[in-house]
C-alpha cells in the first residue's frame, strides 16, 4: 500500500462509497456536493489516498494552518480494507507533515461513532470538547487533538 496525493476528479468519484457508509449516511450526505467538496480540497492538494494496485482503500482529507495545527476533515477506509492498517497509516501521513512544523492535529468524530472513537484514542488523540449541533442539529461532534512530542 502506498499514500499519495489524490487529483481532483479522482477525489470527486470517492464520494459515491463515502455516503453510503455511517457516520455520513445517516447524517444525509449526498454524493453530488460531497465530490464537489472533495475536488476542491483536492484541487488545493489536501486529500491522500492510500492505495493497493490501482484501487483506493481510503482517503483523509486535511485543512492546514488550524488553531496552530492541521484539522483532519475526513477520513474514510473502504469497508472491506478494514482493520487492515489504512486508517492508521493515513493519520500518520497527515501527522508527519504537521508535526515539522506545527504544534497539534485535530479530529472530529460523531459522538454515536464508538469505532472512531476507538480508534482516535488508540492513535493516541486526547478527546478536547464538545461541538454539538456542528454538522447536524441534534448531534454532537467530539474535537480531538493530538500534540506534537
Ligand atoms: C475508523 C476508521 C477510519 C478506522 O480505519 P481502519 O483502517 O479500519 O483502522 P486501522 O486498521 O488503521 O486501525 C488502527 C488501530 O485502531 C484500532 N481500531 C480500528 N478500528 C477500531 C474499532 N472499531 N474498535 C477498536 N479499535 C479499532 C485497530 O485495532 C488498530 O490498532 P493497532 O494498530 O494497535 O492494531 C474506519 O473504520 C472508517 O473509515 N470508519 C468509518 C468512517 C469513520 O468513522 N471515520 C472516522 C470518523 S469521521
Known sequence: MRIRLLEPAAARRQAEWI??????????????????????????GCVLAAVQQHAILGIVVFQPDFLLGTFI?????????????????????????????????????????????????????????????LVCENRVEILWRKKRR
Do not use: I
Not at 457516520?23 to 484541487?43: E, I
Open 19 to 44: 455516503v453510503a457508509m455511517e457516520p455520513w449516511r445517516s447524517m444525509g450526505f449526498r454524493a453530488p456536493p460531497l465530490g464537489r467538496w472533495l475536488f476542491r480540497r483536492a484541487r488545493a
Open 73 to 133: 476533515a475526513l477520513l474514510a477506509v473502504r469497508p472491506q480494507a478494514a482493520g487492515q492498517g489504512v486508517g492508521r497509516a493515513l493519520v500518520e501521513r497527515v501527522e508527519q507533515a504537521t508535526f515539522t512544523h506545527r504544534r497539534w492535529l485535530y479530529v472530529s468524530s460523531d459522538s454515536k461513532n464508538l469505532a472512531a472513537a476507538r480508534f482516535y484514542k488508540k492513535l493516541d488523540f486526547a478527546r478536547t470538547a464538545r461541538l454539538p449541533d
